[in-house]
Each structure stands twice: as C-alpha cells, then as structure tokens.
C-alpha cells in the first residue's frame, strides 16, 4: 500500500514499487478515469504544481535512488 503524500502520487508510488523490488508492467486493458482542466487557468495551474512536485520527488528521491542503483 502507497502511504505518500506527494502531487504527483503516481511517480512517488512508482518509485516506492521500484525501491521495494516490485516490477510494474503495462496492462493494454487498464482504464484511468480522471477529472480533467476544463479551462487554461485551470490546466497551468494543475501542470504547475504537477511541475513543483516532480521537482520536490527529483530533491527528495532521486539521489538515494541513484546511490542504490550504483552501489548494486
């Protein structure tokens, strides 16, 4: 189970998979049902905080990712 917190909650529990050694595949049939920006106010303003989230993973994530990957 995905505990985080993050905006970007699929690349945050992606990578939480990842760390524990799950593989994820590509499932064809899968269905994502989602609210959509209906106006560009309402779409800059989602990507921006989907942006400052993936920066806050990249700070948070990526270097201990990347010292397990080169230590393995």
Same mark, same amino acid.
């Given at each position: 189970?995905?505990?985080?917190?993050? $905006?970007? +909650?699929?690349?945050?529990?992606?990578? %939480?998979?990842?760390? /524990?050694?799950v &593989?994820?595949?590509?499932?064809?049939?899968? $269905?994502? +049902?989602?609210q959509?920006?209906?106006? %560009?106010?309402?779409? /800059?303003s989602? &990507?921006?905080?989907?942006?400052?989230?993936?920066?806050?993973?990249?700070?948070?994530?990526?270097?201990?990712?990347?010292?397990?990957?080169?230590?393995?």
């Amino acid at each position: 189970p995905w505990s985080g917190h993050s $905006v970007t +909650e699929d690349i945050d529990y992606g990578l %939480a998979l990842l760390r /524990a050694g799950v &593989r994820v595949h590509y499932v064809p049939e899968a $269905v994502v +049902e989602a609210q959509m920006p209906v106006t %560009a106010t309402q779409a /800059a303003s989602q &990507r921006a905080r989907w942006e400052l989230g993936r920066l806050a993973l990249l700070r948070e994530k990526a270097l201990p990712l990347l010292k397990d990957g080169l230590l393995q």
